[in-house]
């Protein structure tokens, strides 16, 4: 077993408003390996966006970290606790893009309207040059522009020297996602956040789009962790999943023990909520009972049992799950694997 | 050609056309008031006790062609200001050109110090206010925009010139030392310009710098949650230089465009401000102008006014497309 690059524990994350408190990360804990391919999935609002936020530490405010740690391991020496860092200091600053790069989820509004992408490009390679090149000449305008030109060629897009002085509403929503995994991989990060990178293209370029990740997975063996609600996504990406519902991991676990012996009953319905080519025409499509509660209306106990075929009365309702291991490498956050825990006072 | 080069030269071909109206129009307001000059002439002669024959109104009326059809008035007048002859004033006697010569200066040099003083002060305290929203700082600069606007600036005017004069033993009307009013210029002259041009920049600034740094603020708000501030936080830029280089960038684009309107406004909204510190700039001989139906003089006064303002629209045209390329290419295409 190789060292965690990324080691999440207990992460708590809180949205202070004047309506009340929004706890939209609560307790979440992973562990993303070197060269691994991590999938968080969830529905909207479960929290999965502002952990990796968090990750980075740009949550905006009124959010705040207000527990947890997220261990990030150097090249070299130990791991260093992110959450002890200052979100406006230089060492998480010279983090930021060089170690952890984020590939944000609309394309469209992610690069300045009224610079060029080459621009961009060129602005994080410069800012990041002592830690891509820690040795050797500091780094031209030229150099800085042919460099940028080879990642355009190296994310798939034709004609790079013209396109790198183009403003990103001159090019279309495919080359616009190259174009940010291009600066995204720039400075040679050891982890990639990919936020819902496919949301906002059709489904061609998004088949493309994801080729091109995991070739570029497996060329530079970067860490990425892949956030998105879609499943069929998680399955053709990842190897290890986190299931988010609510602020908290419901169960993780090797991608083909979560899909074919998923244990939360929350990964269950999820699951059975996918359409099948299996079942006979016009049958209704099974969907989770009820709705996700209002965020400052947040269910005592484990935050699913509300809508749990499953629950257990006066347990679930009562106390919180703590995500314990179930097989080889799953882990899931419920009392029904859990009795002892269930039956304690 | 470059998209550049033909948004600016699709403006400098409007530029003669857009003069041409506002001539007329100009001609036609200041011909508008009933009687002429003359009337006005002999009635402050006659309530002054002196007294002109109506012969020699008569020759006069003919001197300046005011016996002559209105049309052929313009057209005598475009054909002079084509000549780059201002006409004479009728009622001082002077050439216009003189007359307004150096007050034109001393209103630009008023003008532009204001702007000056505007932005420097209303864009970085807008820029602070939005990145620090709510902070006591914020409450404080609000609270000062807010009496900043609402105070007539002929008020503020009075009181810094009281206090000047009571605490400081200064005198700041005007904006030259007795000495210096009627010398011709020189490098003291100048020396002594500056002086005293501050005061009257800052109190003509003062409205424009609480509006400006209120928009500024609720712009870069705005800006401050589009997702490429994100991208740019993601990349490890310090919060400054990523604020500067990006939202602020963008937040600036609408006010660049409101940077033709800034030079009318002072002409005309100065007028209170220059009568109560007796400025020697433009506002108040326009408005004697005005009052005397000395109409080549306010003819020639009002159609400055409209060639600056055309010329300050232009400069915030291509200003604004130099900025965004979205409205360079755009219009380029066009």
Known sequence: MTTPVLRVNDLRVHFFLDEG?????????????????VGIVGESGCGKSVTMKA??????????????????????????????????GAELRAIRGAEIALIPQEPMAAFSPVHSVGEQIIEALTLHERQWRPRGPRLSRAEARSMTVDLFRSVGISMPAERIDAYSWQLSGGLRQR??????????????IADEPTTAVDVTTQAQILNLLRDLQRQHGTAIVFITHDLG?????ARYVVVMYLGRVMEQGAVEEIFHAPKHPYTRALLKSIPSMNVPPRTLLPTIAGSIPH???????????????????????????ALRPIGSTQLASCFLYNRDEASEP | MAPMTRYVLKRLVLLPALLF???????????????????TYVATLASSGSSISAEQVEALRREYGLDRPIWVQYLKWMENLAKGNLGLSLEYQRPNAELIGERLVLTMVLALLSFVFTWVVAIPAGIYSAMHPRSAIDYALTLVNYVGVATPNFMLALVLMWGAFAYLDMSVTGLFSPDFVEAPWSVAR????????WLPAVVLGVAGTARLTRVMRANLLDELNKPYVTTARAKGLSEWRLVVRYPARLALNPLVSTIGWYLPALFSGSLIVATVMNLPNIGPLLLRALINQDMYLAGSILLIYCFLTIVGTLISDILLAWLDPRIRFEEGMR
Do not use: N, W, Y
């Open chain 1, 179 to 192: 174009a940010m995994i291009a600066m995204a991989l720039s400075c040679r990060p050891r982890i990639l």
């Open chain 1, 55 to 88: 990750i980075l530490q740009i949550v905006e405010p009124p959010g705040r970290i207000v527990g947890g740690q997220i261990l990030f391991q150097k090249d070299s020496g130990a791991a260093i606790d992110l959450t002890r860092l200052s979100p406006k």
């Open chain 1, 233 to 237: 996504v998680i399955a053709q990406m």
């Open chain 1, 295 to 321: 965020p400052l209306g947040r269910p005592r106990g484990c935050p699913f049992h509300p809508r749990c075929p499953d629950a257990i009365p006066g347990v679930c309702a009562e106390r919180v799950p």
């Open chain 2, 190 to 197: 100048v020396v002594d310009l500056l002086k005293h041009v």
């Open chain 1, 21 to 37: 408190l929004v706890r939209a990360v609560d307790g979440v804990s992973f562990e993303v390996h070197p060269g691994q391919v």
């Open chain 2, 21 to 39: 109206l506002f001539s007329v129009a100009v001609f036609a307001i200041v011909q508008a008031p009933p009687g002429d000059f003359l009337t």
